[in-house]
């Protein structure tokens, strides 16, 4: 049931749309050899819109782990062909976003 048959109850998230992108990743704008994929996916409610969030993944951009969004709510997965290396895509560069503030659970 949509909330908006109940516009002063929270939303209770019964359906969802789910947006998945999948990228090449090219040696450079010049060689577009293959050197790796990645797939970006983000998830919202279908009934109130409300975007969801990745939980226990960190911030950033890795070709060796799914990482996520700043905001949380894009999973940047790294992904390769079964018939690929497993090393396949593990030469390129990442970052990661770290938070120190007072919210933060890091010693």
């Not at 049931?1 to 990743?25: K, Q, T």
């Not at 960190?58 to 497993?86: F, K």
């Amino acid at each position: 049931m949509s909330n908006a048959a109940h516009p002063d109850r929270p939303c209770p998230h019964e359906n969802f749309d789910a947006y998945i992108e999948v990228n090449r990743v090219t040696t450079s704008d010049n060689d577009p050899t293959v050197v790796g994929y990645h797939a970006d996916i983000k998830v919202n409610c279908h009934d109130c819109d409300e975007p969801f969030r990745w939980t226990g993944v960190p911030a950033g951009s890795s070709p060796r782990q799914p990482m996520c969004s700043v905001d949380e709510t894009e999973l940047r997965a790294p992904l390769r062909p079964a018939s690929a290396d497993p090393d396949f895509g593990m030469g390129l560069p990442g970052f990661a976003v770290n938070y120190s503030g007072p919210e933060s659970k890091e010693p």
